[in-house]
């Protein structure tokens, strides 16, 4: 598959498996699931086929590992940043001291006075790398990164998970435990 048709399909896939499954006729299962053989059929039904050989190469190609299958290969999920309620059965783990959030430069005076809110999504992301915040704080303009005290959120009571792609994932941040990095 080339490298446009890999972008194309992973968006789709996202759009349905993290935002909007109803459009496909889709009802996530616990965990995030849902059938891979279901997928495929309702993609085809709504005009986007997708080859299984397709969807295995989006799930070991997609440079941010954003799906996943189940042991069995016969489900598949988006491992993170949904907007619709899904309970991925993650389990609360201690952080790593800290943790970094990239976002554009526009957002930073907001940010700084209100936290971190995850807005549309059930979580606020965040990077256990400087270069990963970074990257995803270019994508929406000039990029800055915030340090995340995450092992003091952690000791005040917050819970942080990570998602199997690595992704830490949390609930809104008082802006007290956020620090531009300079």
Not at 73 to 100: E, N
Not at 164 to 175: E, F, Q, R, Y
């Amino acid at each position: 598959m080339d490298e446009r048709r890999l972008i194309r399909v992973s968006k789709y896939l996202s759009k349905h498996l993290r935002h909007q499954p109803e459009r496909l006729g889709l009802t996530l299962e616990p965990g995030g699931w849902v059938g891979v053989e279901q997928l495929l059929a309702a993609c085809a039904a709504n005009n986007v086929a997708i080859s299984l050989a397709e969807l295995h190469e989006v799930v070991e190609q997609n440079n941010k590992q954003r799906f996943g299958f189940d042991p069995t290969g016969q489900k598949i999920r988006a491992h993170q940043g949904h907007s619709v309620t899904v309970d991925l059965g993650l389990v609360a783990q201690q952080p790593p001291i800290i943790l970094y959030h990239g976002t554009a430069k526009h957002n930073l005076a907001i940010i700084l006075r209100d936290g971190l809110r995850p807005m549309q999504r059930q979580h606020v992301h965040l990077s256990r790398d400087r270069a990963t915040a970074l990257q995803v704080g270019a994508r929406h303009g000039q990029a800055v990164i915030l340090i995340v005290q995450a092992d003091e959120l952690f000791q005040a009571g917050q819970a942080f998970f990570c998602s199997d792609n690595g992704v830490w994932l949390t609930t809104a941040i008082d802006p007290a435990y956020l620090a531009l990095e300079r």
